[in-house]
C-alpha cells in the first residue's frame, strides 16, 4: 500500500516541480520507514529498485512522455539495471533520489540514479537501460522519434567508459538470457 502512496504523491506534485527539461534531475525525497528494511534495519534492495521506479516515474509525467505514450500507444519499458551499494540508508534516514536521463542510442535510453543521503554524500548508484515499445507497430522505437514526439532537439552525448562497460554486460547478459530460454 505504501508504494501506491508514494506514487501518488510523486504524480500529485509533478506541477510543483515543474515540466522535465533534458539534462535536468528529478529530485525526490523518501525517509526510510519500517515497511522499507531487511534484517540489517537498512533500507533492503528491493527498495532501491522500487524508488528508482519512482525517479523515472517522474520524469515520464513531467517530461509528457506519459501522455504522448498514451496517445501513440507506446509503453516505456526497462531493459536491465545495475547497482552499486556505498553506504547504508538506516530506518528513519532521510534521503533523496536523483534521476536523470543520460544519454540514449538508437533504441535504448541510459538513466541514472543517485540515492543520496542528508549529508551529500551518495549511498548507491543504479544505472539502467530501457526503451520506449510501440505495441501497435510489435518494435521498440528510436529514441531520436521519441525525443521529437516530446519537442526535445538535443543530440545524445558519447557514453562515458563505465556507460559503455554497463551496456556491453548488459547486452551480453541479455543474449546469454536468449539462449538458455
Not at 51 to 76: Q, T
Request: contains cysteine; hydrophobic residues 45%; charged residues 25%.
Amino acid at each position: 500500500m505504501y508504494v501506491w502512496m508514494r506514487l501518488l504523491r510523486v504524480a500529485a506534485t509533478r506541477s510543483r516541480r515543474g515540466p522535465y527539461r533534458l539534462g535536468e534531475e528529478s529530485r525526490l525525497g523518501f525517509r526510510c520507514l519500517p515497511t522499507d528494511i531487511d534484517m540489517n534495519i537498512h533500507l533492503n534492495n528491493a527498495r532501491y529498485m522500487m524508488l528508482a521506479d519512482m525517479g523515472r516515474i517522474d520524469i515520464f509525467l513531467r517530461s509528457g512522455l506519459v501522455s504522448a505514450a498514451r496517445k501513440r500507444g507506446w509503453a516505456p519499458m526497462l531493459g536491465g539495471l545495475q547497482t552499486v551499494y556505498v553506504r547504508e540508508v538506516r530506518l528513519w534516514q532521510r534521503f533523496e533520489v536523483v534521476s536523470t536521463i543520460e544519454t540514449w542510442n538508437e533504441t535504448q535510453i541510459l538513466g541514472r540514479h543517485r540515492f543520496m543521503l542528508e549529508d551529500g554524500r551518495v549511498a548507491a548508484i543504479i544505472l539502467t537501460t530501457g526503451g520506449i515499445y510501440d505495441s501497435r507497430g510489435r518494435r521498440f522505437i528510436q529514441v531520436d522519434e521519441v525525443m521529437g514526439a516530446l519537442g526535445h532537439q538535443a543530440a545524445p552525448r558519447p557514453l562515458d567508459p563505465e556507460e559503455s562497460a554497463f551496456i556491453a554486460s548488459h547486452q551480453g547478459l541479455r543474449a546469454r538470457a536468449k539462449v538458455l530460454s
